[in-house]
């Protein structure tokens, strides 16, 4: 794992600033990543994957969110459609379709849409059966990645419940209109879907049959919370690592700011952020390999507290920073508009603190 965190720290350098500035990574590069199986690490070998566990792909995963948020959400993309092939696909279309996860074709998962944000109950995207085909129309709004993407994931009603399908991104009836201006994770292709009449043979629906919508969304979710919630360990370890630096460095009133006590304050808040942020993260990851019982709420226990926990330390590494840190190309700066965004994604906080509360009152005792 050390040797694949090195080497895309390598391939990332000091570009991530360029890329947020700019609002693209170079699409070759993410075909090469892509094709390295680096993009979605825990496919198993048999796919071409890494088949890394929950725990080595969290910690690869919170590398890379250190670096560069927009590629750790393409990876979260990624990693979600490869997820959500697995666990809804038949073996023949996970044979089909993970080999080109690991071979350089890049994915995205269309939920939302203009009606349905935290209500996903309210999708109204369609897929009709119609022959040998199915027939998807819709609009899905906000995709990650689906500016870079090869196929997409789309969640769609059908028949009496809801299916995932696999559309690619060239067929008849698609189209793609970039998001040129997010306020964070800049460079990680956001944009909106839109699929008008679009014929697909009917294999390309994952199982071939309905599945309750709530429980279709929360399997395709629960990997992406994963994967946020670790990146947003990430976010918090490259605050933590640039407020410590300027804290001993720059000196006020005759000494370093860190001797100075608020800042001092400030510095304790961040590495308790991270620490907490990793525990809840390496626990959930533990239920996820241990297949226990305990990983649906452990999943949204870590994504909430990670999101939180980054979007605060963020700010408070700006703060300790101030105007060194008050430019759009430094680090803790990207970081801050990033990490905000990760309290809006995969289940807003509010949708998380909702699913906490329901677990809280109906655990026993
Ligand atoms: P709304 O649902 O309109 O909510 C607005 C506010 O009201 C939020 O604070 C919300 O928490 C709160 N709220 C809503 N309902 C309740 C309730 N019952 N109780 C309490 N509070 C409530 N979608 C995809 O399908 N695929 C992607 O890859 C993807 N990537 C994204 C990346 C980014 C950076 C962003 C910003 C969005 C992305 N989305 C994606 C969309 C994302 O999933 C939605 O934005 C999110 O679900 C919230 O929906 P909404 O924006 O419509 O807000």
């Given at each position: 794992l050390g040797g694949a965190m090195t080497a895309v720290t390598l391939r990332v350098g000091g570009l991530a600033a360029e890329w947020d500035r700019t609002g693209l990574i170079p699409l070759d590069l993410l075909r090469e990543l892509g094709a390295e199986g680096r993009l979605c690490a825990e496919v198993p070998e048999q796919y071409g994957g890494w088949g890394l566990s929950s725990t080595h792909s969290g910690a690869y995963t919170a590398h890379v969110g250190g670096l560069c948020s927009s590629l750790r959400s393409v990876m979260t993309s990624q990693g979600m459609a490869a997820w959500t092939i697995?666990?809804?696909?038949?073996?023949?279309?996970?044979?089909?379709?993970?080999?080109?996860?690991?071979?350089?074709?890049?994915?995205?998962?269309?939920?939302?849409?203009?009606?349905?944000?935290?209500?996903?109950?309210?999708?109204?995207?369609?897929?009709?059966?119609?022959?040998?085909?199915?027939?998807?129309?819709?609009?899905?709004?906000?995709?990650?990645?689906?500016?870079?993407?090869?196929?997409?994931?789309?969640?769609?009603?059908?028949?009496?419940?809801?299916v995932a399908v696999v559309v690619p991104a060239d067929a008849p009836g698609v189209r793609i209109e970039r998001i040129a201006d997010p306020l964070g994770c800049r460079a990680a292709g956001h944009a909106d879907v839109h699929l008008d009449g679009v014929r697909l043979p009917a294999d390309s629906v994952l199982g071939g049959h309905p599945l309750p919508p709530a429980l279709?969304?929360?399997?395709?979710?629960?990997?992406?919370?994963?994967?946020?919630?670790?990146?947003?360990?990430?976010?918090?370890?490259?605050?933590?690592?640039?407020?410590?630096?300027?804290?001993?460095?720059?000196?006020?009133?005759?000494?370093?700011l860190a001797e100075h006590q608020l800042v001092a304050g400030h510095l304790a808040d961040l590495y308790t952020a991270e620490q907490v942020a990793s525990r809840v993260c390496e626990h959930a990851s533990r239920s996820w390999d241990e297949g226990s019982p305990d990983q649906v709420v452990a999943t949204v226990l870590a994504?909430?507290?990670?999101?939180?926990?980054?979007?605060?330390?963020?700010?408070?590494?700006?703060?300790?920073?101030?105007?060194?840190?008050?430019?759009?190309?430094?680090a803790v700066a990207r970081a801050y508009r990033d990490a905000k965004l990760m309290e809006i994604i995969e289940g807003s906080s509010e949708l998380c603190r909702l699913m906490l509360a329901q677990h809280a009152?109906?655990?026993p005792g």
């Open positions: 697995r666990r809804l696909g038949t073996a023949e279309q996970a044979a089909v379709h993970l080999p080109r996860l690991t071979g350089g074709a890049l994915a995205a998962v269309g939920f939302s849409e203009p009606g349905a944000g935290s209500d996903l109950a309210a999708m109204a995207t369609t897929v009709r059966r119609d022959g040998d085909e199915v027939v998807v129309d819709g609009h899905k709004k906000w995709v990650t990645a689906a500016h870079y993407a090869d196929l997409l994931v789309v969640v769609g009603r059908h028949e009496d419940g809801a279709l969304v929360t399997t395709a979710l629960a990997y992406g919370r994963m994967s946020v919630a670790w990146g947003c360990v990430g976010i918090l370890r490259a605050c933590l690592a640039a407020a410590t630096a300027h804290a001993a460095g720059r000196r006020q009133f005759g000494k370093p994504k909430h507290v990670s999101a939180t926990e980054a979007a605060r330390g963020a700010a408070t590494a700006v703060q300790v920073l101030a105007s060194a840190g008050s430019r759009d190309g430094h009152l109906s655990a």
